[in-house]
């Protein structure tokens, strides 16, 4: 390929770089339009302006390594910035963005596409280049390469205006909601709120730890309800079985009298004394969707149980001695004959979404699952979300109020059900009974008025991780592997 | 800052185009445009740098 081709096609992506979404973005929907870019989006048109200047470099003194190194670092910059200013919008509704949308896609997002296409360009060029193209020194410029220039200039000579009105001389810079560009001063604003004081992080709200309840305090006197009524541990038990890890949460189903209780990964059904193991199974949580760690268990019929992970991920199983152990290789670690694998899938939320689970409990009456919060360090919020047994799809989310004719009352001024940490739920008698590890208190909230109705110390429990019903007795297992019987108030 | 930019890059490139012998001065000056705008995108971005995203 001729020297001279291979400078024009560069040129020509110099133009094109330049007109295209730099110069559309400033003349056209900038002083025709009025649109105004925020602070990341005007980095990410400096961005392109220098790849275009690089482009001009190259031109002008031949392909140096230094320009074609700090083109690459700027194209992977720019996709750097693009994936992060897309990233802030991409998992939100349908449609749902920040600025104007064109073709469908918003303006940050065609920034990540036009700084990968640039870094593509490059790679082509480079591709087509020959030894006898590398020739550095000081060209004359054709008259293709000077209209890439000119162009050049003038399209940065409309930036120098749209960002002296926009965002003004320094120190003044960009800002996250700029108002319509107007070419009247009384409209403009030049702002110092990016100079603000704000603590640096790399994930900012998204870096939030796993739960964790061995750190937790126990006594219940410390919690954040005053004065209340204790009920007794009228038995303490060990469950004797082997376990693959430790018990991470319980359920019971009374019509075959039997308990379901998960581990991390292990889902195990035992009899109603808590002392033998009729069916289990290790999920491999290294398949498909990531489960995380097993934090929530319950029945969904006599057959069928759920485990859910702290994630908010699920696996729900159905028993079957013909399980086909060759078919559920890829579902289990260990036993791949006595269950089959329903479905493997994720609850979405919305009050819940930065928050961890450590519960999931059945309503039968209204065909509904329910899941609680755990707070962490950046969200501290006690929510109820319900989700519909047929499709598992979000039906509702609440937070619990004191029922003002419960006599429960916080024992001081900033105190909150926001602190508790609820690791085991289970639906009695039209209540969710939660039992949080963090205090050792246990919860009646009226899933109707969405309020808390009663609410007890339970004094000696150790790391609780699960609650369920029999008879007329709480069983809360712990994370030892120690069970709690306890009579329902 | 933006503007600062913008006028470095018209300076950079009116050397490339009227005065080429200043390769050197022209390079120095985006390099400092370069380090300007990463600049100003992490002072942007400093509660989060990172996407808010699942990773």
Partial sequence: ?489 | MEFLNFVLLFIIAYLLLRKPQKERLAFRLLVVSVLLMVAMFLVATRTAILPGVNY
């Avoid at chain 1, 750097?80 to 469908?104: C, K, N, P, W």
């Avoid at chain 1, 069928?304 to 013909?322: Q, S």
């Avoid at chain 1, 030892?480 to 108030?489: A, D, N, Q, R, T």
């Fill in chain 1, 1 to 489: 390929m001729k020297r001279d081709f291979l400078f024009t096609c560069l040129a020509l992506a110099v133009l094109v770089l330049s007109v295209v979404p730099i110069g559309t973005a400033v003349f056209l929907l900038g002083f025709v339009y009025g649109d105004s870019p925020c602070v990341m989006c005007w980095e990410q048109r400096i961005g392109m302006a220098i790849i275009a200047l690089l482009g001009l470099f190259i031109l002008r003194y031949g392909p140096k390594p230094k320009y074609i190194g700090l083109s690459v670092f700027v194209g992977c910059w720019g996709v750097f910035m693009g994936l992060r200013h897309t990233g802030m919008h991409a998992a939100r509704d349908v449609g749902q963005g920040f600025s104007i949308e064109i073709m469908s896609a918003h303006t940050y997002t065609w920034a990540l596409f036009i700084y990968w296409i640039c870094i593509v360009t490059m790679g082509v060029l480079l591709m087509l280049m020959r030894e006898r193209d590398a020739s550095a020194g000081l060209q004359p410029l054709r008259a293709v390469e000077k209209l890439a220039m000119v162009v050049f200039m003038v399209v940065i000579a409309g930036n120098i205006v749209q960002a002296f009105a926009s965002t003004g001389p320094p120190p003044y810079a960009g800002q996250s909601d700029p108002i319509r560009f107007s070419f009247d001063p009384k409209h403009w604003v030049w702002s110092l709120d990016e100079w603000s004081s704000l603590p640096i992080s790399l994930r900012g709200r998204w870096s939030i730890e796993k739960p964790a309840v061995a750190a937790l305090p126990g006594d219940p006197s410390a919690g954040p309800l005053a004065n209340l009524p204790a009920l007794a541990i009228k038995e303490q038990k060990r469950i004797a079985v082997p376990l693959r890890g430790t018990p991470t949460d319980l359920a019971y189903d009374a019509g075959t009298d039997r308990f379901l209780l998960t581990t991390q990964s292990g889902v195990y059904l035992l009899d109603g004394t808590l002392s033998r193991v009729l069916r289990y199974t290790i999920v491999d949580p290294g398949f498909s969707i990531d489960l995380g760690q097993f934090a929530g268990a319950a029945f969904l019929d006599r057959n069928t149980v759920m485990a859910l992970g702290e994630n908010k991920g699920f696996t729900i199983l159905r028993e079957n001695d013909g399980a086909d152990a060759d078919k559920n290789f890829r579902y289990f670690l260990e036993s791949f004959d006595k269950f089959d694998e329903m479905s493997r899938s994720r609850l979405g939320t919305v009050r819940s979404r930065m928050m961890y689970v450590m519960s999931l409990a059945s309503d039968p009456a209204t065909n509904s699952i329910y899941a609680v919060t755990v707070p962490n360090s950046k969200v501290k919020k006690l929510v109820v979300s319900r989700f519909d047994q047929g499709d598992k799809t979000l039906s509702e989310e609440f937070v619990p109020k004191l029922a003002p004719d419960s006599g429960l009352k916080f024992a001081g001024k900033n105190r909150s059900l926001d602190e508790l940490y609820v690791t085991g739920a289970v639906i009695a008698d039209g209540r969710m009974y939660a039992i949080s590890a963090g205090y050792s208190t246990l919860l009646a909230i009226d899933l109707v008025s969405h309020s808390v109705v009663a609410a007890h110390a339970i004094p000696g429990l150790v790391h609780p991780t699960g609650i369920a019903v029999k008879g007329g007795d709480f069983y809360i297992v712990g994370a030892g592997g120690e069970v709690f019987v306890i009579s329902k108030p």
